[in-house]
């Protein structure tokens, strides 16, 4: 019975400790082209995972109803994360490009754009254990 409390305390201690480890992370879209219409979708990416790819850490989507649209991403350990960001405008689930592989749908990322594919390491940031907001705009 001893032990059985010895190891619940334990547990308890260690989740509490993770989740104070964690933060929320607020992502704004702005700057949606509402004549398009959609889905935003975005997705958060560790260095576990490829960067752009159609398996982020986690993934979120809203039905485009103004310019501006808000995701909140809750209980984020601390670490290194990007976001990649599209406007679904047919809502196929992908980002459409054309004959050169360049996107055609509004998109964006966290962190500095670049000329060609968007890279983790430059569009990477640090969550520590303080709640953070980023904002992407589509251009």
Do not use: C, H
Request: aromatic residues 10%; proline residues 4%; charged residues 20%.
């Amino acid at each position: 019975m001893k032990l059985a409390i010895i190891f619940s305390t334990l547990f308890s201690s260690a989740l509490v400790a993770s989740s104070l480890q964690a933060a929320n992370l607020t992502v704004i879209i702005d700057n949606i082209d509402m004549t398009r219409g959609g889905t935003v979708r975005i997705g958060l990416y560790s260095p576990k995972e490829k960067f752009l790819s159609d398996k982020p850490l986690q993934g979120q989507e809203q039905k485009i109803k103004s310019k501006k649209v808000t995701f909140v991403f809750k209980n984020i350990q601390a670490g290194q994360y990007a976001i990649s960001s599209y406007q679904d405008t047919n809502d196929n689930k992908q980002v459409d490009s054309n004959f050169l592989g360049l996107p055609i749908e509004p998109y964006g990322v966290s962190g500095k754009s670049s000329w060609g594919k968007p890279k983790f390491k430059s569009s990477s940031f640090t969550l520590g254990t303080e709640n953070k907001t980023i904002t992407i705009r589509y251009d």
